[in-house]
């Protein structure tokens, strides 16, 4: 049945708040919860408990809340409300001030005593930014002020729900545009987003590959993925409500998207892990620490002998090879060893010296820029060519005496012979050895898109 004035569903809505010992639910407890039942234009039944958590209430919470660990030693267990609550629940609308939050712990928490919520649900943060934009702010405390609403007790779930209870009702009386409405048919994916976060910025996101950005509210980027098609990977990270503190955070962090194209999957693979190491954001783990760990480096000593010594990587000394492990730098360059007649000792594999060549440094030296030019012969210069964003250009790829160089969309690779020209038409970006696998696995694969370099 509708409301033909509003078109908004007659239904009983349980606008619900409540008060815990942390952000998630999987690790914490619920101290205190209220239910409001509410019509859409008048409260129906109050419901109103605090909870034994069964846990530590953390001081700050103490604090904030002015729930104590006294107050909640006598109060009844979950498991001894669930029952209640699962019956109050059931057949309303799930409303909440960031209702993701809400709905996670107490779905969680029935779940563990055998209950099942599944309701619609309605977030009254995404809903006041939409039906009355322009605000200062949509916290609790800022739109209770803003629409003249009274929070005498902030932050103890009877008052904080008859609040939230007000300001839905203010919504749906303001709703001209059918906002609700249309958040209530099937499942909208819109009710997984965070509550700051503007449905607008999902759907400017186009089905292309990219790299994209989440910003938390201080406009700091906390997230940086890659994707084949935009939209449907950033969808893809709101189409579940998990109640690990993880996605929690996650959840009440991103406030912003922003994106850059890409023309291929692998150009998004190789932007994503510079963007990564450049900007260290909070929630990316993978690829962190991804970097290779030992290097192949030459130096000279102070009898003039050129001497090669597999080490850690340094910060401003740059290898002329790079290695995954100590192994397989010393594997390798035990084989130079046997190949160009190098000393052992001045290879820095063994402190005893048996050879009689040293003090001819000319003779050793020039083994030792054969080895030298024979790693850097094995390290191959090209050009890894691919469709563009646009239909007059193509990708570029550079890899430079085996290194990533960078990337960018050229015109014509046929009007760029050298590649000191072809260096200039691209954006230098940091090389690692993941970048270098990746790019050498697609030369691999599609060596008709390879152009040699000398």
Not at 57 to 64: D, E, K, N, T, V
Not at 123 to 129: D, E
Not at 388 to 401: F, P
Request: aromatic share 10%.
């Amino acid at each position: 049945m509708f409301n033909f004035i509003k078109n908004i569903p007659v239904m009983l809505y349980a606008i619900v708040d409540i008060e815990t010992t942390g952000g998630h639910a999987s690790g914490n407890g619920i101290t205190e919860i209220a239910i409001v039942i509410h019509d859409g234009k008048k409260t129906l039944q109050l419901y109103e408990t605090l909870i034994n958590p069964q846990v530590h209430i953390p001081r700050f919470i103490q604090s904030l809340t002015g729930i104590t660990n006294e107050m909640v030693a006598d109060a009844p267990l979950f498991e001894e409300v669930a029952e209640e609550i699962a019956g109050l629940l059931q057949g309303k609308v799930f409303v909440a001030h960031n209702v993701n939050f809400d709905y996670s712990f107490v779905k969680h928490h029935l779940n563990n005593c055998g209950y099942e919520l599944g309701l619609k649900k309605l977030c009254t943060v995404r809903l006041a930014r939409k039906i009355i934009p322009g605000l200062h702010g949509y916290s609790l405390h800022k739109l209770c002020g803003q629409l003249n609403i009274d929070l005498i007790n902030h932050h103890r779930a009877g008052e904080d729900a008859a609040a939230t209870a007000e300001i839905f009702r203010i919504l749906l009386a303001e709703d001209n545009g059918l906002i609700i409405s249309q958040m209530l048919k099937g499942k909208n994916k819109e009710q997984y987003l965070p509550p700051h976060l503007p449905s607008e910025h999902l759907d400017q996101l186009p089905n292309t590959p990219g790299v994209y950005y989440f910003y938390n509210s201080s406009g700091k980027i906390v997230y940086v993925g890659k994707a084949i098609n935009l939209s449907k990977r950033v969808r893809s990270h709101f189409s579940n409500n998990k109640t690990t503190k993880q996605k929690q955070d996650f959840l009440r962090d991103v406030c912003r998207i922003s994106y850059k194209k890409c023309a291929t999957e692998l150009m998004a693979h190789i932007l994503e892990s510079n963007e990564i190491r450049r900007l260290w954001p909070i929630y990316n783990r993978s690829q962190k620490g991804y970097l290779p760990k030992y290097g192949l480096f030459v130096y000279e000593d102070r009898q003039g002998y050129k001497r090669f010594v597999i080490e850690k990587n340094k910060q401003y000394y740059k290898p002329i090879h790079t290695f995954n492990s100590l192994a397989e730098g010393q594997n390798r360059l035990r084989q130079l060893i046997k190949e160009f007649g190098l000393c052992v000792h001045l290879c820095n594999l063994s402190k005893d010296c048996d050879c009689t060549h040293h003090d001819d440094t000319l003779a050793y030296n020039t083994k030792m820029n054969q080895a030298i030019e024979k790693v850097q012969l094995e390290l191959p210069s090209f050009a890894y060519l691919d469709k563009g964003i646009h239909d007059n250009e193509q990708s570029c790829i550079l890899v430079k005496s085996g290194n990533f160089y960078g990337m960018g969309y050229i015109k014509d690779i046929h009007s760029l012979p050298d590649i000191d020209q072809l260096e200039k038409q691209l954006e230098p970006l940091q090389d690692n050895d993941y970048i270098r696998n990746l790019v050498y696995k697609h030369a691999q694969d599609h060596p008709e898109r390879c152009v040699p370099y000398q």
